[in-house]
């Protein structure tokens, strides 16, 4: 496992949004917009395209557990040129980040996140879950 788990202080945000999504395959898409209009009304729209698929990932991860009934997809405004995406679960495995092979359907998308977020990314065990978070700020591409 490469930097997964971090304990981290709560962040300071300048800006955040908060909603519970339901653990059904339609919540990535209603993540994706949510994303999209948040980072776009902060003047943060040069990080929708990776912020976008870096969600997807968290919420379908999340989803995939369904160990609860919601989850809660936070995006917060770091700084005036950071966010940071976060989803918490009601499952305690945390996500690893595995090589994928050629052949594999399955099992890129912690890595694809690693990837975007220059491995600014993690996860913070929960008493009921987990919150796994991933940082992607401007002027920072792989």
Sequence with gaps: MTG??????PPVALAELSTDLPYEPGSASRAR?????ALTGWGLGDLVD???????ELVTNAAKTGCRL???LRIIRLTAASVRISVTDGCRVLPVRIEADDGDVSG???DLV??????Q???VPEPFGKTVHADLRLGRKP
Excluded at 50 to 56: G, H
Aim: cysteine-free; glycine content about 10%; proline content about 0%.
């Design 108 to 110: 890129r998308g912690v």
């Design 50 to 56: 990776d912020a976008v698929l870096v969600v997807s």
């Design 33 to 37: 917009q949510l994303v999209q209009a």
């Design 114 to 119: 690693h990837k975007l977020t220059r491995g």
């Design 121 to 123: 990314w993690g996860a």
């Design 70 to 72: 919601e989850m809660t």
């Design 4 to 9: 997964a788990v971090a304990v981290l202080e």
